[in-house]
T-cell receptor, first 110, second 113 residues
């Protein structure tokens, strides 16, 4: 079993819909939680990060962390075709390496 | 100005060959990484260097050897290439080992035939 599990999708939504992504993890030492976005043939880019449990909002993006359930989520409101990409969750314990989920491919249809 | 640049972008080679991938970052970061992304998009860390010192060496075949001549450069040499080495290799950097905001290069797509 992988340390971080993520549904590979694809997740297809109409433009303007809310995109809901999530990851589960098994390592209780993880304290830092991130979402990266990866466009086709490009490297991942950092989208959001949160420390420990709680919510964080940045424009159309909201990240949630529930450490008690070992579950993190990313919501994208008013989705646009330009949001079509693979979204990777990533986590790390203090001073340790970043561990990635397998990514969820999202397709926003105009 | 590209923050993390990798060369080459594409590499097609025969089994048994030896090849190198180069990476350079101009962000002034202290830590650099090599990640391998397989066909299922799963990113797995291979190596990490902090200020030219190897700090992470995951379970990777000995055929893979990283080298960091200075903190701005991290190269990856692969001996005796095998079909299973086909993947996209990403170089990344971060401010230090505690940083979570990695900056990735665009990747090197390696195909072994």
């Amino acid at each position: 079993q992988k340390e971080v599990e993520q549904d590979p999708g694809p997740l297809s939504v109409p433009e303007g819909a809310i995109v809901s992504l999530n990851c589960t993890y098994s390592n209780s030492a993880f304290q830092y939680f991130m979402w990266y976005r990866q466009y086709s043939r490009k490297g991942p880019e950092l989208l959001m990060y949160t420390y420990s449990s709680g919510n964080k909002e940045d424009g159309r993006f909201t990240a949630q962390v529930d450490k008690s359930s070992k579950y993190i989520s990313l919501f994208i409101r008013d989705s646009q075709p330009s949001d079509s990409a693979t979204y990777l969750c990533a986590m790390k314990a203090a001073g340790n390496k970043l561990t990635f989920g397998g990514g969820t491919r999202v397709l926003v249809k105009p | 100005d590209t923050a993390v640049s990798q060369t080459p972008k594409y590499l097609v080679t025969q089994m048994g060959n030896d090849k190198s991938i180069k990476c350079e970052q101009n962000l002034g970061h202290d830590t650099m990484y090599w990640y391998k992304q397989d066909s299922k998009k799963f990113l797995k860390i291979m190596f990490s260097y902090n200020n030219k010192e190897l700090i992470i060496n995951e379970t990777v075949p000995n055929r893979f050897s990283p080298k960091s001549p200075d903190k701005a450069h991290l190269n990856l040499h692969i001996n005796s290439l095998e079909l299973g080495d086909s993947a996209v290799y990403f170089c990344a950097s971060s401010q230090d080992t505690g940083d979570y905001g990695y900056t990735f290069g665009s990747g090197t797509r390696l195909t072994v035939v």
